[in-house]
Antibody, heavy 118, light 106 residues
Framework: EVQLVESGGGLVQPGGSLRLSCAAS????????MSWVRQAPKKGLEWVSS????????YYTDSVKGRFTISRDNSKSTLYLQMNSLGAEDSAIYFC???????????WGQGTLVTVSS | EIVLTQSPATLSLSPGERATLSCRAS??????LAWYQQKPGQAPRLLIY???NRATGIPTRFSGSGSGTDFTLTISSLEPEDFAVYYC????????FGGGTKVEIK
């Protein structure tokens, strides 16, 4: 059974940093692209970033470029998201998701809540 | 960036009724379109990918159709567990989600 478990969320002041983690199990992590998708309170879904499975290519939505860094440790089956210079607009539940066929998200974690507030 | 517009925003139906949800793209997305279901307090669940392929374990009452810029998710006969929010998503040019359609009990 595929399992994705996020951690690392919390309350952070504007301008601060957080590092999210996503521990994966139940599949061969290294062979899959992985992504972060966020959802602001009472809002829709927004793709944030992806890390390819076959190469070291990374992708970001424009609003987080230069502030967020996605990485992965295949030896630990873990995906990370380093978030710097956080603003109120980054407050959301952050979901880790496995990528299907390079385009869709076929398994999701339960999410971790990030709140940016003073 | 391709904008996906979902309609209606809310659909009020009774169990057993047919639900038809629309997703319109600001430009063509080829066949790179998916649908997700999200219930309160839960992560989204992939229902349909590549316009019309059901994901693993998804009941046959869920079906997807469409092409170009206009796509439809149909739930043939609503079960109590189908009342939720539904999102479409494209990955033809960038990666974007629609704003969602809430299917609520009438």
């Amino acid at each position: 059974e595929v399992q994705l478990v996020e951690s690392g969320g919390g309350l952070v002041q504007p301008g601060g940093s957080l590092r999210l983690s996503c521990a994966a199990s139940g599949f061969t992590f290294s062979t899959y692209a992985m992504s972060w998708v966020r959802q602001a309170p009472k809002k829709g879904l927004e793709w944030v970033s992806s890390f390819s499975g076959a190469s070291d290519r990374t992708y970001y939505t424009d609003s987080v470029k230069g502030r967020f860094t996605i990485s992965r440790d295949n030896s630990k089956s873990t995906l990370y998201l380093q978030m710097n210079s956080l603003g109120a607009e980054d407050s959301a539940i952050y979901f880790c998701a496995r990528v299907l066929s390079g385009r869709y998200f076929d398994s999701w974690g339960q999410g971790t809540l990030v709140t940016v507030s003073s | 960036e391709i904008v996906l517009t979902q309609s209606p925003a809310t659909l009020s139906l009774s169990p057993g009724e047919r639900a038809t949800l629309s997703c319109r793209a600001s430009q063509g997305v080829s066949s790179s379109l998916a649908w997700y279901q999200q219930k309160p307090g839960q992560a989204p669940r992939l229902l349909i990918y590549d316009v019309s392929n059901r994901a693993t374990g998804i009941p046959t009452r869920f079906s997807g159709s469409g092409s170009g810029t206009d796509f439809t998710l149909t739930i043939s006969s609503l079960e109590p567990e189908d009342f939720a929010v539904y999102y479409c998503q494209q990955h033809s040019n960038g990666l974007t989600f629609g704003g969602g359609t809430k299917v609520e009990i009438k």
